[in-house]
């Protein structure tokens, strides 16, 4: 693998090919491995018409149905049935923001651009479809969501490159402040195919990094973790949001993975100076053992 060409390429042209030449394997894992505490949370804080009715059940004229419930409709009937790739994005977006991921310090972007240094080029860029930023620290880029956008893209090597390029940026953005780089760091990220979601966490680190700047091959393998969401072998794989049991089956993931992200963000913004800055990433923690796994020096779950 170590005679592999590589070239530099933006992050929306990397493919399985770039995987490979750069030493990086995704390992699929089942829920429960994944999200190390409950994949199912409850669903008790949103309003019940989001997950027990339909798109075409919402009766876009009643006064009791509320705004937010109103706009998540619209768009999943557009991600569905709009034939448009921005109308995915628009989805997911407002899946993020009704479920609680933007919080205080924090901002949802929409095609940010962030530079990708590789193979001592550093002229090229990673567009992201939608990203996390964290705005009060300098920014800093917590969360990555890429869309499948035709049946020939590759969503998965796309996100991967996306998070070593906010590995890169994250710690030019630390540097700006004059801290020191961190050696590693896991990027949570999302794909999205249509409506249906597949979560990841990406550990990037120091050597990976260094490895996509001069375009050599890593010795260190970099395994990357995800997690599809499926309600199962007896259901179509075209099954997304728009029908119930596998909405309500999404947003419990996607509530699972806010609290599994809000984990390595703490890494992410850590500040010698700023840590009663960082009190809000904890409302949503457990103060059990599961808090104490060793963030400090690991970049991604248990091997």
């Not at 890429?146 to 030019?172: G, H, M, R």
């Not at 794909?191 to 550990?203: C, I, S």
């Not at 089956?249 to 509530?255: C, D, E, P, S, Y």
């Given at each position: 693998m170590a005679n592999l060409i590589r070239s530099a390429k933006p992050s929306n042209s990397w493919s399985a090919y770039e995987l490979t030449a750069y030493n990086i394997t995704v390992i699929a894992q089942s829920p429960q491995e994944f999200f190390r505490r409950n994949p199912t949370p409850p669903l008790d804080d949103l309003d019940p018409l989001l997950i027990n009715s339909t798109v075409d059940a919402v009766d876009h004229d009643a006064v009791d149905v509320a705004d937010d419930t109103f706009h998540y409709f619209t768009h999943l009937d557009l991600a569905t049935s709009g034939g448009h790739e921005n109308f995915v994005d628009d989805f997911a977006r407002e899946t993020l923001r009704i479920l609680g991921f933007v919080e205080r310090g924090l901002s949802l972007s929409m095609r940010f651009m962030i530079p990708?240094?590789?193979?001592?080029?550093?002229?090229?860029?990673?567009?992201?479809?939608?990203?996390?930023?964290?705005?009060?620290?300098?920014?800093r880029v917590l969360l990555?969501?890429?869309?499948?956008?035709?049946?020939?893209?590759?969503?998965?090597?796309?996100?991967?490159?996306?998070?070593?390029?906010?590995?890169?940026?994250?710690?030019?953005?630390r540097g700006t402040r004059g801290l020191p780089a961190l050696d590693a760091m896991t990027i949570p990220c999302i794909?999205?195919?249509?409506?249906?979601?597949?979560?990841?966490?990406?550990?990037v680190t120091q050597a990976l990094s260094i490895a996509v700047v001069t375009g050599q091959y890593p010795q260190t393998p970099t395994n990357v973790?995800?997690?599809?969401?499926?309600?199962?072998?007896?259901?179509?794989?075209?099954?997304?949001?728009?029908?119930?049991?596998?909405?309500?089956?999404?947003?419990?993931?996607?509530?699972?993975?806010k609290s599994l992200a809000k984990e390595y963000w703490q890494i992410i913004l850590s500040e010698p100076h700023c840590?009663?800055?960082?009190?809000?990433?904890?409302?949503?923690?457990?103060?059990?053992?599961?808090?104490?796994f060793g963030l400090s020096d690991r970049t991604g779950p248990d091997d």
């Open positions: 990708l240094v590789i193979c001592g080029e550093n002229s090229l860029v990673a567009p992201m479809d939608v990203c996390l930023i964290a705005r009060r620290l300098g920014l990555i969501l890429q869309e499948d956008k035709t049946i020939f893209s590759q969503p998965e090597p796309q996100v991967i490159a996306n998070a070593i390029a906010a590995y890169q940026y994250n710690n030019l953005q794909t999205m195919a249509g409506t249906r979601p597949t979560f990841y966490l990406v550990p973790v995800k997690c599809v969401t499926s309600l199962g072998p007896n259901h179509s794989i075209g099954e997304g949001m728009e029908t119930l049991e596998y909405r309500r089956v999404a947003l419990q993931r996607f509530i699972a993975f840590a009663r800055n960082l009190a809000w990433l904890d409302s949503d923690s457990d103060s059990d053992s599961e808090s104490s």
